[in-house]
């Protein structure tokens, strides 16, 4: 699946019951009120990242790592912004229930995508792995 730049994605809120995860994390982020994360961050496994209003992690983040299968790794949501750049990796689960992750992201194989709400940029490009959308509708520049 390729998404261009004439298509923007917009979801209704839907209550998703893959939004609750049951591991067990060694690390738990919560942005705010922990700092935002910078240029080229990346987390790994054993790591749930919860980021709300307000939070910004900027381009080139990483879920996971290249050619490594993640373990109990989970990137929630459900405000604020991920820049463009977005990789989810093998074995990551993101959630996104609100907020918008930035253009020219990629989701690559056994990693796992819940779409309930928020913003998809342009150029979001399926590179393996599973997208689940439930709810709300797209918008094209061509809706009245």
Same mark, same amino acid.
């Given at each position: 699946? @390729?998404?261009?730049? =004439?298509?923007? *994605? *917009?979801? +209704?809120?839907?209550?998703? +019951?893959?939004?609750?995860? @049951? +591991?067990? %994390?060694?690390?738990?982020?919560?942005?705010?009120?922990?700092? #935002?994360?910078?240029?080229?961050?990346?987390?790994?496994? #054993? =790591?749930?990242?919860?980021?709300?209003? &307000?939070?910004?992690?900027?381009?080139? %983040?990483?879920? &996971?790592?290249?050619?490594?299968?993640?373990?109990?790794?989970?990137?929630?949501? =459900?405000?604020? !912004?991920?820049?463009?750049?977005? @990789?989810?990796?093998?074995?990551?689960?993101?959630?996104? !229930?609100?907020?918008?992750?930035?253009?020219?992201?990629?989701?690559? /194989? #056994?990693?796992?995508? #819940?779409?309930?709400?928020?913003?998809?940029? /342009?150029?979001?490009?399926?590179? &393996?792995? =599973?997208?689940?959308?439930?709810?709300?509708?797209?918008? !094209?520049? %061509?809706? +009245?």
């Amino acid at each position: 699946m @390729r998404l261009n730049s =004439t298509l923007v *994605l *917009l979801f +209704a809120l839907v209550p998703n +019951a893959a939004l609750a995860a @049951r +591991a067990q %994390f060694t690390s738990i982020l919560n942005i705010p009120p922990d700092p #935002n994360l910078g240029y080229g961050e990346s987390i790994g496994s #054993n =790591t749930q990242l919860n980021l709300s209003n &307000g939070g910004l992690i900027k381009d080139g %983040f990483a879920a &996971g790592e290249k050619n490594v299968k993640s373990h109990d790794l989970v990137v929630n949501i =459900t405000g604020g !912004s991920i820049g463009g750049g977005f @990789r989810i990796y093998d074995g990551s689960i993101v959630n996104i !229930s609100g907020g918008s992750i930035g253009n020219n992201s990629d989701s690559y /194989s #056994n990693s796992i995508l #819940n779409i309930s709400g928020g913003f998809i940029g /342009s150029f979001f490009d399926v590179k &393996g792995g =599973t997208v689940n959308i439930s709810g709300g509708k797209i918008n !094209s520049p %061509f809706d +009245a």
